[in-house]
């Protein structure tokens, strides 16, 4: 098909519910047993997109709601009251605490939920159960079938249409045919996860573009917190095929290891060994490991890649072998095979290992009903400005289920009390004028090479260490990208059928936005806080910077402003102190719950 006609599919629908991931899939069954009409658009195959099939996955509550669910066990010493502490201070103190109210008291039940949908799980332990994404997407796939929410994958949404402030619709594109779809909905749920996409090398899935936040952004919600990236640390850097894997930070935090720097050196060997302690053994090392790693490759002792070596050290090979046996059977990983990572480790040879983006702890400001500052606009899921603050350590699985299905029986609720508006035709038309353009357009910038120029750039100046220098020149490269390069986007085929380079440019400029957006925060957080550290700020200071930052775009202008964080009955600290003696302050208040820490 040209692109001279085209094709659009016009649909109308209650609720419309925007990713393809737990959260989306949760939210699309809490709205539809409300007795509502729902479709849910999925940008890949149903229940195989975005991050939630690639999760471990652990789902976690308190452990005496667990132990109270027959066939689980669960620590009885544990207490809601000891996970809000524990999110709390692992959050940095930064966390909207109605939010982490929700996520304790909806924990239980969904969970009960996923037992009765026929979920299987490994292991109990504590406060978690084990089982795998693609198990919990397949029961919910099942749950959302059988109440009826019409499912339509490899569709993606390119723009909301919003009238007197009041989301109306959106407009979407069969990646598959290339046709566009036009939706009238009277309420809208954006569940699409974080935007992976952004950087290389990431742990995510790389439909993970952040379109749903951008959108949102663009259309007038406010997004909050994007200075906050969480790094997984010990991700391969080398060899180049199992680049951005995260095989070695599972086998390390199991099985132990040690990292040395270019001149030979154990980059841990200066740190307090408390901090050393928690930071290796538990999920605190996503951001002390990629905090002390990124310090060394700073400092000129990283590798060619710009990380540094982990080998098995003194760990016995019998030991580690037994580890990675239980970890990876047979040595295989998510289609990799790492049967020769095995012979290394035998020979105790290092491989080159370094952080890489896993998890966004910012993005669409919402309330304790998810509500975003658009009405009829909800957010759910790691697109949302959620619970946990600066530093997240608890699960992300257990987030996604339960925002998920308070924001679609929300969204459910004002869709019945909302008299529909219906957008017009030429509505529509003008938004799809606009995305159309890079494939009408005959010459211009490659929206791939400029895409690859710009995860360079954002590996470089926006990682786990920051300073203002850097942060200013990476928003000078974007803000030239953005004014000067991307209204030139053209793409060489002229399908609309499955032209990934089209897509591309439809995604970059999302992609653009939010690195914008997560520069400009993290130049005015003048701190060092959770995930976000400033070389040029190096203390915590709890008098100026207990805030959130919030981010408005008005007519595409973006702007960084800070609003208190929302609090709760826990006393917020005061005073400023050095960013590694505030993280050991916050690892030792970890609640004692009977079991490791």
Known sequence: MGTGSYKALDLSTDVLVVGGG??????????????????????????????????????????????????????????????????????????????????????????????????????????????????????????????????????????????????????????????????????????????????????????????????????????????????????????????????????????????????????????????????????????????????????????????????????????????????????????????????????????EVGPAVEYFDGGIVVNERFETTIQGLFAAGECCLGAFGANRVFSAITEMLVQGRDAGRNAADYATKTVASKPSTDTFAHYEGGILAPLERKKGQSPTTLRCRVQEASHRHLGPIRTEKELRAFIALLEGVKNNELPGLAVTGRTRAYNKEWLDALELPHIVHLLLAAAMSALARTESRGVHFRQDHPKTDNDTWLKESIVTCREGLLAVTTRPVTAGADTLPAGSADYLDMMKRLMLSHSDTGGKH
Request: aromatic share 10%; proline share 4%.
């Open 22 to 351: 737990g959260a989306g899939f949760r939210a699309a069954i809490g709205a539809v047993e409300r007795g509502v009409g729902v479709i849910l658009l999925s940008k890949g195959p149903l229940a195989r997109s975005g991050a939630s099939p690639m999760a471990g996955a652990d789902f976690t509550l308190d452990g005496r709601s667990m132990s109270e669910i027959e066939g689980l066990t669960g620590d009885p010493n544990d207490s809601p009251e000891k996970v809000y502490n524990d999110i709390v201070t692992q959050g940095w103190y930064l966390n909207n605490r109605r939010l982490v109210d929700q996520y304790i008291t909806a924990a239980p039940g969904c969970l009960k939920e996923l037992i009765e949908w026929g979920i299987d799980i490994k292991a109990s332990d504590q406060r978690m159960i084990f089982t795998s994404g693609t198990k919990i997407m397949d029961v919910l796939l099942k749950r959302a079938r059988a109440v009826g929410v019409t499912l339509i994958e490899n569709v993606a949404l390119l723009d909301l249409i919003v009238k007197d402030g009041r989301v109306v619709g959106g407009v979407a594109l069969d990646v598959m045919t290339g046709d566009f779809l036009r939706i009238r909905a009277r309420s809208v749920v954006m569940a699409t996860g974080g935007w992976h996409k952004a950087f290389e090398p990431t742990t995510g899935m790389r439909d993970l573009s952040g379109e749903g936040i951008a959108i949102a952004h663009n259309a007038g919600a406010d997004i909050g917190n994007m200075e906050f990236i969480t790094f997984c640390c010990n991700v391969f850097y080398d060899p180049p095929m199992w680049r951005g894997s995260i095989a070695p930070y599972m086998l390390s935090l199991i099985g132990g290891g040690r990292l040395t720097n270019n001149r030979g050196e154990d980059i841990l060997a200066g740190y307090d060994p408390d901090v050393v302690r928690i930071g290796t053994t538990t999920e605190w090392n996503k951001s002390f490991l990629s905090y002390a790693s990124t310090k060394e490759v700073a400092a000129g002792r990283g590798f060619k890649n710009g990380g540094v070596h982990y080998s098995r050290g003194d760990v016995s090979w019998d030991y580690m072998k037994m580890i990675g046996g239980f970890v990876f059977p047979n040595w295989r990983y998510k289609a990799l095979d790492l049967t020769r990572w095995a012979l290394m480790l035998e020979q105790n040879e290092p491989v």
